[in-house]
């Protein structure tokens, strides 16, 4: 996985965006680090090198959205809508994500690591160069689960039957 530079943090006072139609908006070169966003509708938003490290997004709809290296480490994501968003080069990293959906959306060069997921639906996402390493999965629904041409769920069912 390549990495660009990370978007520059400094030391502001974290922004808050509460019950706003931000649809399409462009956001480029921003730090938002510990930023706020509450009901916020960015479907179709453009972010560019924004740094977003532990903000906390609550009902925010992200839905064809198209992001370009951000960083999220840390960040908190509930009941937000990323379907058929597009992330390029985005560090979720330790990020925990409650009731989201990333339905159809394509995620390449994403550090995934030490992320919590709890109720994610990812239906139909592609993931192309994401580190997963200690990902844990548990009560998942994985039927057509494909990791390099592996089908994952036909795989489980194997080694289960085989009693390992």
């Known amino acids: 996985m390549t990495r ?12 808050r965006f509460e019950h ?19 009901d916020v509708d960015l479907s179709e938003a453009r ?3 924004v740094d977003l490290g532990k903000a906390e997004l609550d009902d925010v709809s992200l839905a064809g959205a198209r992001m370009n290296n951000l960083d999220l480490e840390g960040a908190e994501i509930r009941d937000a809508s990323l379907v058929r968003c597009v992330l390029v080069d985005i560090d979720l990293s330790a990020v925990r994500l409650r009731d989201a959906t990333l339905a159809r959306a394509k995620l390449s060069d994403v550090d995934l690591s030490r992320a919590e997921l709890e109720d994610a639906r ?20 994985i039927e057509g689960l494909t990791i390099d041409g592996v089908r994952i769920d036909r795989l489980l069912a194997r080694v289960r039957r085989k009693g390992h």
């Open 47 to 49: 972010l560019k090198n």
């Open 4 to 15: 660009r530079k990370k978007p520059v943090r400094r030391s502001r006072p974290a922004h």
């Open 122 to 141: 990812l239906t139909g996402a592609r993931l192309r160069n994401v580190d997963l390493r200690n990902v844990r999965i548990t009560d998942a629904s």
């Open 20 to 38: 706003a139609e931000l649809r399409g908006a462009a956001f480029e070169d921003v730090t938002l680090a510990g930023a706020a966003f509450d």
